[in-house]
């Protein structure tokens, strides 16, 4: 079945400094979505990408989905202490059938900012 | 309501016991999710339900788990004969559809099979 692989497992950097989380599948994805999870809490859904070679920023945060539609990154520019938390990828594969709903989930990249 | 609601927060059960895990989407949403998460882990899909309807249940473990959303809202997570490995957070998620639309998750059901 489908495998949705993230690195690094965990991420410490100084505030300032940026961050990267890199995600792969084994298959062609149809999308990826990207969730944070603040410590205790639930993931909370961040962006979606759909399309080959596309990018989005959402202020500080600069998504990536590959030209193969098979890996994407996640790059954080000037950490904050607020950013802390875990960021999950999330893939989603049409081409099996009828499931379009179903995400398979990266393990996380847990990151931890020091003021 | 404002968010998805799960119920209850947490809950500690005896090995054997079946336990019944509510989960009430946001309210026009036609799309609900169950999802399985250990701690330090991703998320594991469960089932899903479009409107009444079970789209997928491929990440159901065994036949002593099932869930249902009879009236296309509010649907529960049925574990039967639990076991200790069952310990787990359990999440909902709904979503407006379910091509391209984004989670919303609820809070979760911390479970504890003792």
């Known amino acids: 079945g489908q495998q949705v692989m993230q690195i690094p497992q965990y991420q410490h950097v100084q505030e300032g400094e940026d961050f990267t989380t890199y995600c792969n599948s084994s298959t062609t994805l149809s999308n990826i979505q990207w969730y944070k999870q603040r410590p205790g809490g639930h993931p909370v859904f961040l962006i979606q990408l759909v399309k080959s070679g596309e990018v989005k920023k959402q202020k500080r945060l600069t998504f990536q989905f590959g030209e193969a539609k098979k890996n994407s990154s996640l790059h954080i520019t000037a950490t904050q202490t607020t950013d802390v938390g875990t960021y999950f990828c999330a893939g989603g594969d049409f081409a099996g059938g009828t499931s379009y709903g179903k995400l398979t989930f990266g393990q996380g990249t847990i990151l931890t900012v020091h003021p | 309501g404002a968010g998805v609601s799960q119920s209850p927060r947490y809950k500690v059960t005896k090995r054997g016991q079946d336990v019944a895990l509510r989960c009430d989407p946001i309210s026009g949403h036609v799309s609900l999710y169950w999802y399985r998460q250990a701690l330090g882990q991703g998320p594991e899909f469960l089932t899903y339900?479009?409107?009444?309807?079970?789209?997928?249940k491929s990440g159901l473990p065994n036949d002593r788990f099932s869930a249902e959303r009879p009236e296309g809202s509010i649907s529960t997570l049925t574990i039967q004969r639990t076991e200790q490995r069952d310990s787990a957070m359990y999440r909902c998620?709904?979503?407006?559809?379910?091509?391209?639309?984004?989670?919303?998750f609820g809070s979760g059901t911390r479970l504890t099979v003792v």
């Open positions: 998620a709904s979503s407006l559809g379910d091509i391209f639309y984004g989670y919303t």
């Open positions: 339900f479009n409107y009444e309807a079970q789209q997928d």
